[in-house]
């Protein structure tokens, strides 16, 4: 009797655990058709735009725990030492040039750093990868060690998912406040749109194994690619064609958004300004209030008509609230 138990639950592992492999190796990334989605336009004449490097507009680079080292836009003037520190997190697929513009904008009222992610940028050492599941928070944590500041985390879409999952984690103590820019919470939240309004590619049976996998404490696949983007071919073959990553592996993208209990990390925000375009076309711009107060009472909201989801970044609106947000903490 106890040979015949313990054989079948041998064999519903095996099963189990050929299943997860069998839907993981059935799909594979494939080049997108052309279609609708994110609107670059602006974001690469944003990305584009930079004042001749000074003291107070500076590319640097700072040194992670595991000796890695990764670049950022430092903005900060005579007097930033007495000013909030705001560290700027992009969005999927891009790099932290997208805030060059409203870093320099900020620089009479705040001190910024405006990060380009592991995986990330013109020359990342893997492209669209990291070493394990919550490696972006260990990062940015290693970006505020030196400084007695708590920091402003500002994102944009994955980027503000990724705001979500700081607050929630371990290393959410350090932080003083957030700015939430059309925030990517979850691919099942009541904000976002199907695909991600054509921007994301999802490997769906991967996702299934993976997450099968993971389940059960295994992550030996982990590394594999999960989701892809439609960056427009414009963009890939512009002047800011090498710093686009097209694809992520399932660690990196677990790490760039909020836990699957999005709701328990929102729950821990400090406070927090929450700023969306009225004509996004990847997220729901007027669900976020009601989503988010449910759990939360400590952020502000507001709907900029006309902007969309990338213009939201350098819309004359979103840089008048965050001054606003910043001269109220």
């Known amino acids: 009797m106890t040979l015949s138990i313990l054989t079948l639950a041998a064999i519903s592992v095996g099963i189990y655990f050929v299943m997860a492999v069998a839907l993981i190796v059935s799909q594979h990334p494939k080049a997108l058709e052309a279609r609708e989605g994110l609107d670059f336009t602006g974001v690469t004449a944003s990305g584009a735009f930079a004042p001749p490097e000074t003291p107070e507009f500076a590319r640097r680079t700072y040194t992670a725990r595991d000796g890695a080292e990764f670049s950022y836009t430092h903005v900060q003037t005579e007097g930033s030492a007495g000013l909030p520190l705001v560290i700027m997190i992009h969005g999927s697929g891009w790099f932290g040039g997208q805030f060059d513009r409203l870093a320099w904008a900020l620089r009479d009222v705040a001190e910024v750093k405006a990060v380009t992610l592991r995986g990330h940028g013109d020359r990342p050492a893997r492209r669209g990868d990291v070493d394990y599941i919550g490696q972006f928070e260990d990062d940015i944590a290693d970006l505020m060690a030196d400084d007695p500041r708590e920091a402003i985390l500002l994102g944009h879409s994955s980027g503000g998912g990724l705001v979500v999952r700081f607050a929630g984690g371990e290393h959410g103590g350090k932080i003083g406040g957030a700015i939430l820019l059309a925030p990517f919470l979850k691919h099942n939240a009541p904000t976002t749109k199907p695909s991600s309004g054509g921007w994301a590619h999802v490997l769906t049976r991967r996702i299934i194994g993976l997450s099968m996998l993971n389940n059960v404490g295994v992550h030996w696949l982990d590394h594999m690619d999960m989701i892809q983007f439609n960056m427009p071919k414009a963009v890939l073959d512009g002047p800011l064609g090498d710093y686009a990553t097209t694809s992520y592996s399932w660690r990196l993208n677990t790490s760039f958004a909020p836990r699957s209990n ?22 729901v711009a007027d669900r976020y209030e009601p989503l988010m107060s449910n759990v939360t009472d400590k952020g502000h909201y507001h709907v900029v008509n006309g902007a969309s989801h990338l213009d939201i970044v350098d819309a004359p609106e979103t840089e008048a609230l965050i001054r606003g947000y910043l001269g109220e903490l």
């Not at 729950?267 to 990847?282: I, Q, S």
């Open 262 to 283: 999005y709701l328990a990390d929102m729950a821990r925000l400090p406070p927090f300004l929450l700023v969306a375009g009225a004509e996004d076309e990847a997220m």
